[in-house]
């Protein structure tokens, strides 16, 4: 578990901007789904944990893989200004648990899942959460991503697209 800062955020067509390599030499995609809270929560039931979600949109976990790996903690590698594209937009009312995800690099298919087929189900992260830290209306929890996060270098285009919710685009510089 970790947290991005409200400075990692960026829309739909905004861009990545790639940190100097002089800070990190190898930042990497991760197409997710993310939900959306909509009311206060804490320690809540996994089979109440789906009642707190207002809706889902899509996010681009943007992660500078080199530092996730030797620093002890995850915030320096996915805190970085431009490392959260999210939207393009909240749609409620669907079922998150089994959405097919697809990120595509430059119009090339590099991750393909389904939230279906996560490690930890939808409804146990919301819980175990939940047991951590109060979840509040508007907190976005991104879900994990299915494998095959690749390299981003410039003039790249990255389009994250959720069944039943839109499609993600943002571009590398």
């Not at 409200?6 to 905004?14: R, V």
């Not at 189900?121 to 830290?133: A, G």
């Amino acid at each position: 578990m970790f947290l991005k800062p409200a400075s990692s955020l960026i829309p739909d067509q905004g861009e990545i901007i790639l940190p100097s390599s002089d800070l990190t030499k190898q930042v990497e995609l991760e197409g997710e789904v993310a939900l959306v809270i909509g009311k206060r929560g804490k320690n809540i039931r996994e089979e109440e944990a789906l009642d707190y979600v207002f809706g889902c949109t899509v996010f681009n976990d943007v992660t500078a893989r080199d530092l996730t790996k030797t620093d002890p903690q995850f915030t320096r590698g996915k805190g970085f200004d431009t490392f959260g594209p999210l939207g393009p937009w909240i749609v409620k009312g669907i079922d998150p648990t089994d959405l097919r995800i697809v990120t595509t690099l430059n119009g090339k298919v590099v991750q393909e899942g389904s939230t279906n087929q996560m490690s930890l189900s939808i409804p146990f992260l919301i819980s175990w959460i939940s047991q951590i830290m109060t979840l509040e209306p508007g907190d976005v929890l991104a879900t994990g991503s299915p494998s095959g996060s690749c390299p981003l270098k410039p003039g790249d285009v990255v389009s994250v697209e959720v069944e039943n919710i839109g499609k993600l685009c943002n571009y590398v510089k």
